[in-house]
């Protein structure tokens, strides 16, 4: 017999699938989570020969230990066979730390940033499974642009050990703010994240064009100049026709600059009328 999955927080409330041979069909199904000195019975349901599921029972006033499960059917005594389910302390919002570039000031907006979330339990211990529900919000200028992280789009990636990566981007040049939260009690019939520590954040971006400011001496300009904004700043491009030609197969490049005027033709003279002139 075996049981999925093998680890979930101690206050209860996870949906467990118990795998075996020949269930027998009943309507009475009572699994039982024991570590030997203390238990806790819940009932189950028999989904088929080799299924049953149930959630598993509040261990708080246990703690966070290791227990084997075992299965009655039909008022039936109890399987011998041993299946191993671990508790562990719930994770605790305000003992998590998170870190990485995607939390520093200056990144350029219009670019995915990513940091890490660090899972710690409410005693302080890093944890070493996952499934924790996450919630990241983002609000700023151009907030509704913004997709939310989430585990669905690969925003937020379980790596599966207590640790969490996630990435955000933002569409324009300003100041957001970050928070992330985690859902201590994920099994239970409240949806409630509470930030972790250090949330909610206040992060400055720039514009992606900020790479392209100008310094140096001023360009020799003929002819062509062009501005644009991004919203945030007014950006100005200039080009020198005598080492630029353009793209010669757009026919408004001549007319923008983009393209050097073609030679005017010289004048066809004749032979005779060259040595004409010679003599005169």
């Not at 002819?223 to 010669?248: E, H, L, M, N």
């Amino acid at each position: 017999m075996g049981v999925e999955p093998a680890t979930g927080p101690m206050t209860g409330g996870t949906p467990i699938v118990l795998k075996g041979l020949r269930f027998k069909e009943s309507p009475m199904v009572t699994v039982r989570f024991t570590d030997g000195k203390r238990e806790a019975t819940v009932s189950g349901r028999w989904i088929s020969e080799s299924e049953l599921e149930c959630k598993s029972p509040d261990f708080t006033k246990f703690g966070a230990v290791e227990v084997v499960v075992r299965v009655s059917l039909g008022g039936d005594p109890y399987t011998v066979n041993e299946v191993f389910y671990s508790y562990y302390a719930n994770t605790a919002a305000n003992k998590c730390i998170c870190f990485g570039p995607g939390l520093r000031n200056g990144n350029n907006a219009g670019n995915g940033v990513s940091f890490m979330l660090q899972a710690k339990d409410t005693s302080n211990k890093v944890r070493t499974t996952g499934d924790d529900p996450i919630e990241v919000k983002i609000d700023g200028p151009s907030a509704a642009l913004i997709e939310t992280p989430s585990v669905e789009n690969g925003g937020i990636i379980d790596l599966a050990n207590g640790t969490y990566h996630i990435t955000y981007y933002v569409p324009s040049a300003g100041t957001y703010s970050v928070t992330v939260g985690v859902d201590e009690n994920p099994y239970d019939d409240d949806i409630i994240f509470t930030s972790v520590r250090g949330f909610p954040v206040e992060l400055s971006f720039v514009g992606q064009w900020k790479g392209l400011d100008v310094s140096g001496p001023a360009a020799k300009l003929k002819t062509y100049t062009r501005f644009w904004s991004d919203g945030q700043k007014i950006y100005c491009f200039v080009k020198d026709v005598k080492t630029d030609a353009g793209v010669p197969d757009l026919a408004s490049d001549l007319k923008l600059g983009f393209e050097k005027p073609p030679p005017k033709p010289k004048p066809v003279v004749e032979e005779g009328e060259e040595i004409g002139r010679a003599n005169v």
